[in-house]
């Protein structure tokens, strides 16, 4: 769980600032929107956030061409950045758009292969009509791997987005 206090701050950054976020989140799973509306007063800086796991949904709904995904996998910078490229043209409005994708888990079965350390994260955010990209491996911690991965990856995307404001 994120200190209720760091979300705060990061939405009292945003409303200071005038600004509103609009997200896609893979690795994230809705975790990044649901953290940020976890607080009051988050309708002021929330638009929305876009579940896109599957990369038919990446492809459908954020336009990301398959040829990104087939070269990079889904779980790459060059997806990440796609998806916040498309999601900046589903939703131009926002302040700020936010892709996150990474690896929480590696398949149990040979179906899909990624060549990416367990925690690896990439996220974009599309700002004053600039594409940052960062990416980071976030260690896992205790029992529950991949919700350690994914609380560290939104806590990496809120310090990554306060420095770029």
Known sequence: MIDTKIVENFNNTLQAEGLTIFCSESITAGLLASTIASVSGASSVLKGSIVTYDAD??????SVDPSIIKEH???SQETTDAMCIGLKNLYPSASLHVAVTGVASLPKDDSYVVNKEVGQIYVSVMYKEQLH???TVCKPKGDDERNSIRYKAVEYIFDQITKII
């Open 57 to 62: 949904l990446k492809i459908k709904i954020l």
């Open 133 to 135: 990209k960062f990416s």
């Open 73 to 75: 996998t889904a779980e």
